[in-house]
């Protein structure tokens, strides 16, 4: 899946003026059940993606949050899921092309109504969790997900893990793809990120993930759990809002951005 290489360390004096995409997956609460922080994470970051209730999310957290979406400025993405709810979507579910073409249908469809209803316009679509990581390395699977966002607006970016299968699929499909970096996820060799099962899948030192993300945006590589030095190209990095010392962490990585120059706001974004 990627291509290693020799070196894989931040120095601040390599850094030079670009730009990043930072994300979160927001409106993940459903029904009495309150999940993450997600107002406090909105002036953090510069697009969202926003839960569509398969895997998380009601129509009344959709329009919610789409309304704060709006508020803030912040670009607007669908984060749809395979239909798990008690799993939080992501337990794999075995679904073919043709399946997986009508949930990512389904549920984009959704939460562009929301948006329409409120003047907002859908930037992105980012799958979540399980169908996430099965289109990252299963083409037949990531080109019925491209099909599916081409076919309801060939304007909207297809965000994947890159170097995966699913950004292969978007570029196939003629569609703008963002390229997705994790700040708090460890990688495998082969540029995929580490299972959940695994007990360090998560990075929880806060100087580690930020280290970790200053080294996929300035030196465009990752250092795999197993040591392997990783070529790894990132348009967008996600911050995940559901940890206790989640606002402090984005807050930290923002101002990490910001003090090398690194400019953030959402792909297409002047």
């Not at 009344?60 to 008690?86: W, Y």
Request: proline share 4%; with cysteine.
């Amino acid at each position: 899946m990627a291509q290693r290489i020799e070196r894989c360390r931040y120095h601040p004096a390599m850094t030079t003026a670009r730009t990043i995409d930072l994300n979160a997956d927001l409106g993940e609460s459903f029904g009495a059940w309150r999940m993450g922080q997600d107002e406090a994470l909105l002036p953090i970051v510069s697009s969202v993606n926003v839960a569509c209730g398969f895997h998380a999310g009601d129509p009344g957290t959709m329009r919610r949050t789409v309304a704060l979406a709006a508020a803030h400025g912040v670009a607007l993405g669908a984060h749809p899921a395979l239909p798990d709810l008690q799993g939080f979507g992501r337990r794999e579910l075995a679904v073919t092309p043709d399946e997986a073409y009508d949930l990512v249908l389904y549920q984009v469809g959704a939460l562009a109504a929301f948006a329409r209803a409120q003047g907002v316009a859908l930037r992105h679509v980012k799958p979540h969790g399980a169908l996430y990581n099965m289109a990252a390395r299963d083409r037949a699977l990531a080109d019925a997900i491209a099909a599916a966002v081409k076919d309801y607006d060939r304007a909207l970016v297809l965000v994947g893990l890159a170097n995966s299968a699913l950004v292969d699929a978007g570029r196939a499909a003629g569609l703008a793809v963002a390229r997705e970096a994790f700040a708090d996820r460890r990688y495998e060799s082969d540029g995929s990120l580490t299972p959940r099962r695994h007990a360090d899948a998560v990075i929880h030192d806060p100087a580690q993930a930020i280290a970790q993300a200053l080294a996929q945006v300035v030196d465009g590589c990752v250092v795999a759990r197993t040591g392997e030095r990783v070529r790894l190209e990132a348009d967008t990095v996600c911050v995940h809002g559901d940890g206790p010392q989640a606002i402090a962490f984005a807050t930290a990585l923002r101002a990490a951005f910001d003090s090398t120059g690194i400019a953030v706001r959402a792909p297409g974004h002047a």
